[in-house]
């Protein structure tokens, strides 16, 4: 009955221990949420609870079992904490359907594709949705977009983020038609500003970059996206040794997911596709995708279908394999204007 | 592998609207959203005799015009792997460029090919022994106008014969068009140039895995006089590139007589003169198209 040790007010431990929290162990592996729900207390006061019990528990001998407990979450917590993580709209409604609701935060989702299949496009809209301010059901984040091609234009960022605003502002007027419009309105300039742009040249930059965005992100916390354009074209020259290369990519790949996880922010790594000969005949695949596919959390293919652009959930822990068609317009993305079967489910 | 002096918040970048290079005829620019985007690649896909090295030649005159005429106040390198090397048709239209725009050169008493910088390249290895030359010699430039433009026509003809189809010799044809692609790349954003890149075409040969007719950008097909082809060196190539536009003819073989004296592009001139640009892939460029003639004084494009 370690509980009764812990320096809290009578009442507070009788909840306690009544709720069946007898041991430091029990307490230290729930969150202050469900502790505050199942104890009937404040989350301020289950919050003192787990501090204190961790306290305890530190300075006390522990066995190696009990630093296994602290620290680890149930399933419940993270079945909640991922319905609760915020998603970034693709602004095609049909595409964050086959997501899950749009692009997931912690996570790492690599988008590939041919070339002028629009994996450029839809780094430029996420760089600006995800700036979507809370009122309109967005992030309210910051963006950053790492070039290693060249292919982010401001003036096509500038028209996408204009499209944006004014749809915001349909958005804003329709909802608060009776309200005054008291808060800060969200101009195509300021999307812009929001958007950190780093130009990549080689892949020695592109390493000191990644190394370095830990230590960029923790000055600037609102960041809630990365995007990088495209992950493998600095790559793909001739290495001396594939060795490095491959590990190098491993590397990169796991600190993007530690990333994702350590601030709660998307990455989006767009990839190239390439030829590859396998069982005997050229098949398409994503560039260097051996090397690393392992460290992506969910993997969307984008490609053509007669006239229509299509994007597949290649792989997700938990998407269902589904394809939905898309268009790029001047305004973005936005969903392809024939809506019969635009979603398929496989 | 150089720099432990690489400061990644030195990348950060507050970048600009990309600077655009007219190509010297108003209808085409309206159709590119102003002309060539400098830093970035720009590649130009077409047959044989449909214009190509015409626009490369104009818009290495195009450097020159101040940038309130849509020009780079620029020279340009031009990189030519195709022999000969068109210096009596660079001269003609450097002769009508200087009338045209007697001011740029009126104080200086130079004339428009003096800022036209053309090397040849004969193999990849004879282009990458240039680059390192190219970054020297735009940075320590006494020349009047300062590199802005770099032409390469073409990239297909440096590949022609050197590389086999086997999967290996492809593997290593690849890895040279990024390291190419990289090079220029890094060039145009060090010291923001426009840079064009000219391929060609091959006749579309179904094979049977489908690959060859891989879809790449807004157009489904791509028809050169009657037929269907593709931009040469496959996917990878493609890869490489930020923007491709197709120019192509129609089947034109019938030659009407043209008179000399037709100094305008009215619709007089032969059908068979007609190309048409289209815009395969942007990152920035609606799919659009254009169609224009190849008149003496230069392109010239059609009202819609």
Redesign the interface.
Known sequence: MEAWRLPLSSSIRGKLISAGYTSLPSISSVSSSDLARDVNITEEEAFEILRLANQSSGSSSCNGSRSLINGAKNAWDMLHEEESLPRITTSCSDLDSILGGGISCRDVTEIGGVPGIGKTQIGIQLSVNVQIPRECGGLGGKAIYIDTEGSFMVERALQIAEACVEDMEEYTGYMHKHFQANQVQMKPKDILENIFYFRVCSYTEQIALVNYLDKFISENKDVKVVIVDSITFHFRQDFDDLVQRTRVLSEMALKFMKLAKKFSLAVVLLNQVTTKYTEGSFQLALALGDSWSHSCTNRVILYWNGDERYAYIDKSPSLPSASASYTVTSRGLRNSSSSSKRVKMM | ???GK?K??N????????RKLTTGCEILDGCL?GGI?C???TEIVAESGCGKTQLCLQLSLCTQLPISHGGLNGSSLYLHSEFPFPFRRLHQLSHTFHQSNPSIYANYNDNPCDHVFVQNVHSVDHLFDIMPRIDGFVGNSKTRFPLKLIVLDSVAALFRSEFDNT?SDLK?R???F??IS?KL??L???FDLAIVITNQVTDLVET??G?SG?????L?YLYSSGRRVVPSL???W??C??S?FFISRSDGSIVKDRSEKDESCSSSVSRSAKRRLDI?????L?GSSCEFMITREGICAVQA
């Open positions: 592998m150089q720099n690489i990644p918040e990348l950060l970048r507050r970048s600009p609207t990309n959203r985007s830093d970035s690649l999967p290593k690849s890895s040279l990024f390291k990289g790349k890094q145009a954003s060090k049977s895995d690959l891989l879809r790449i950008g807004n489904r496959g996917l990878a493609a890869n590139v930020n491709r395969v892939f942007s990152p920035y609606p």
